[in-house]
Every structure is written in structure tokens, then in C-alpha cells.
Nanobody, 124 residues
Framework: QVQLVESGGGLVQAGGSLRLSCAAS????????MGWFRQAPGKEREFVAA????????FYADSVKGRFTISRDNAKNTVYLQMNSLKPEDTAVYYC?????????????????WGQGTQVTVSS
């Protein structure tokens, strides 16, 4: 069982930055691919970014490429999402997810565990 706890959300003006963190329990964190997804009111959950297990390849949605950066610290069992140049359309609840040895990282159903989410609100 893996528990995920997100933090770092909040209210920021357009053009600002936030860094989300997701702390994971357990001793096999490095074996999990980690993903960030978001869900805005009335919309489906969508892929934002992911980082693979092993060599930590990174993947991004087109809408955030060049603005967001995902990284992981296996020693701290933590994955991060650095969000720069935020836009009002980035407003959503952001969820962290973990998938054991998965290789299809953009599909929510592939992940085994989810955090409770953290709200990000970007004002115009």
C-alpha cells in the first residue's frame, strides 16, 4: 500500500509560479512511475506530467510543455511539479498518482494509487 500526500497548492496571479510536492509512503518509491493529473470543475481528469521509474524519463501534456517541470527525489520519496508562467486555465485540483512499473504514463487508469488532491487557483 502506498499513500500519497500532495502539498503546495494555492492562489496565485497569472504569470506566477507554484511548486507542488507529493510525498509517498513505502520503501519502493523508485519502482513507481509518478504522474500529475488535474481536474477542473465540470471537466474530466487530464494528464499533466509524468516521470518514469528507473531512468526518470519525463513526459508532458502539450498545454504545459515549457512551463511545468516534473522531477523526483527517490531519497525523499517525493515527486515535484514546478509550475511557471501560470495561466487562469491551469486552475484545477491537482492529483499525484503512482503506478508500479507502469510504462503507459498518460492514462489515469494505469495508476495504482492516488493522492487526495491540492487546489491550484490562478487569477487573471
Amino acid at each position: 500500500q502506498v499513500q500519497l500526500v500532495e502539498s503546495g497548492g494555492g492562489l496565485v496571479q497569472a504569470g506566477g509560479s507554484l511548486r507542488l510536492s507529493c510525498a509517498a509512503s513505502g520503501r519502493t518509491f523508485s519502482s513507481y512511475a509518478m504522474g500529475w493529473f488535474r481536474q477542473a470543475p465540470g471537466k474530466e481528469r487530464e494528464f499533466v506530467a509524468a516521470i518514469s521509474w528507473g531512468i526518470s524519463n519525463t513526459f508532458y501534456a502539450d498545454s504545459v510543455k515549457g512551463r511545468f517541470t516534473i522531477s523526483r527525489d527517490n531519497a525523499k520519496n517525493t515527486v515535484y511539479l514546478q509550475m511557471n508562467s501560470l495561466k487562469p486555465e491551469d486552475t484545477a485540483v491537482y492529483y499525484c498518482a503512482a503506478g508500479l512499473y507502469i510504462t503507459t504514463l498518460q492514462v489515469p487508469g494505469r495508476y495504482d494509487y492516488w493522492g487526495q488532491g491540492t487546489q491550484v487557483t490562478v487569477s487573471s
